[in-house]
């Protein structure tokens, strides 16, 4: 079935259904456990510095985001294997912006519960405005025109977004971002900290490419699981001290049932909240909206790529912004498409919109179980990170140099560089200028001239006697 053709039920023997119902289902567990991953990291980072006492709700405010926006762009996106969810581009702004509202309603005078409500208000509003923003960027059809990206910052992009994801790896294990001064920190993790995460790693990278089969991932995963569990027991270590070294995922302290408390209407109702505080810091807010602008477009241009499906960048405009919309009116945090994810979720079998609802369903259902998530093993999840990582680098920065000019590569390493040292945003702003200025150096050495001769090559049609057109010849050179 090619992507983006459509078929009918009846056509599909009943054979096929059933398996592409499974790979489906089992795409929906694994990017679920995925995205809640993503909810406790993002959640808690917002919720970080100043505000590292009210962490845990950084967690269900990102969690009202993976679930609603999983099911919006499932839904309604261009592409079938599209999963949205919050992302750290969007989030280490949203960050900013709590961080400052929190020292406004700090140097008013206001109370904790005036802070917490305050911040909680400015987050769900950055959604509301972010998603208003990207519906009328949709609606206003301009977004197409920024589909044609230079290739190679395309790839300079996906080259950047696997070093995020080992940058992430690398922050999961040793709790402090990758840099030259903290890799010494590598030496220090236990034995189990790196080691399930390695064996999951290379696994993954060994089935992909020789079985490639629906069920290469979930299997790894089991696989490292299992083992985990073997080594933590040959290990003598309980499983609140392996909690404790972090090699468990944390004990959640939220419920379900906790989640709608977080809506606008229920924040509203609580009144005493600081809108100067807020008012204060809404340019902020459209620094979060121009990033997610960005990183949709960027994401949405991959995922078409990759997958071989015709992207609709106006409808993913629209998409994100009713996604954002709705989980802004639940208290969430901003979401959108998601490159990784949906990349994952096409790896381990998806084959259509049914395996982002799943996610979506499993993320509700993870969120009413927390005790069961705690058992998750931490190093798992790091090993497929690196997995992911490592393929991205390697496609990108080793792959791309068959593929392109060596002066089109040379773009790829320095948007990576960009990336790695000040963002996303940046690193493709500089690698489409720099695009920009390549074309120019290049074209411009181009002559505008096509073709050039003179009368001793080319004649007119005219029929002229001899001794003219001996005459014409003589003087041939003069004329061109």
């Given amino acids: 079935m090619k992507p983006g053709k459509t078929v009918s039920v009846g056509d599909v023997p009943p054979r096929s259904r059933v398996a592409g119902l499974t790979g489906d289902l089992a795409a929906g567990a694994v990017s679920a ?5 993503y909810a406790m990291s993002l959640g808690t980072m917002i919720f970080s510095a100043d505000l590292a006492r009210y962490a845990m709700l950084g967690v269900p405010t990102a969690l009202v985001s993976c679930v609603v926006t999983a099911l919006v762009i499932a839904l309604t996106s261009s592409m079938r294997l599209n999963i949205g969810g919050p992302d750290s581009n969007a989030a280490a702004f949203l960050a900013g912006v709590a961080a400052g509202v929190a020292s406004s309603v700090r140097a008013d005078g206001g109370s904790a519960q005036t802070l917490l409500l305050t911040v909680l208000i400015a987050i769900a509003l950055c959604s509301l405005v972010t998603g208003m923003v990207l519906y009328a960027i949709g609606s206003s059809k301009r977004s197409r025109s920024l589909q044609f990206l230079p290739y190679p910052v395309l790839g300079g992009f996906l080259a950047g977004t696997g070093y995020l994801l080992l940058a992430g790896a ?22 189990l900290a790196w080691l399930p995460a390695l064996v999951t790693g290379v696994l993954a990278t060994i089935l992909m490419h020789t079985w ?12 490292g699981i299992v083992l985990f569990y073997a080594l933590q027991r040959a290990a003598g270590l309980s499983i609140d001290e392996a909690r404790g070294m972090g090699l468990l995922l944390p004990r959640a302290a939220f419920r379900l049932t906790g989640l709608p408390e977080l809506h606008l209407g229920a924040q509203l109702a609580h009144g005493g909240i600081d809108w100067p505080a807020i008012s204060a810091h809404l340019p902020e807010s459209l620094v979060v909206t121009s990033a997610s602008a960005v990183t949709i477009l960027m994401n949405s241009t991959a ?27 639940l208290g969430g945090m901003v979401g959108y498409q998601s490159f990784n994810r949906s990349m994952l979720n096409a790896g381990v079998g998806a084959t259509s919109r049914m395996a982002g609802v799943f996610a979506s369903l499993a993320c509700l259902v993870l969120a009413a179980s927390p005790g069961f998530v705690a058992l998750f093993p931490v190093p798992v999840l790091v090993g497929l990170q690196l997995f992911m990582g490592l393929r991205l680098l390697v496609q990108w920065v080793v792959g791309a140099w068959a593929k392109l000019a060596w002066y089109e590569y040379l773009l790829v390493p320095v948007i990576l560089g960009t ?7 940046i690193g493709v702003v500089a690698g489409v200028v720099a695009a920009c200025v390549m074309f120019t150096l290049l074209y411009g050495r181009v002559s505008c001239i096509r073709m050039e001769f003179d009368l001793r090559t080319r004649t007119s049609n005219v029929e002229r006697n001899i001794e003219e057109t001996e005459a014409l010849r003589g003087l041939g050179a003069q004329v061109c």
């Fill in 212 to 223: 490639k089969h629906v069920a290469a991932l979930p299997l790894t995963l089991a696989f």
């Fill in 419 to 425: 990336i790695a040292a000040w963002g996303v945003v």
């Fill in 33 to 37: 456990l995925v995205m809640l991953c």
């Fill in 303 to 329: 995922i078409g790529a990759a997958t071989g499906e015709e992207i609709d960048l106006n409808r993913e405009m629209r998409v994100a912004g009713l996604a954002n919309l709705a989980s802004g009116l």
């Fill in 170 to 191: 690398f922050r999961v294990m040793t709790g402090e971002p990758l840099h030259w001064r903290t890799l010494a920190l590598l030496t220090h993790l236990h034995w």
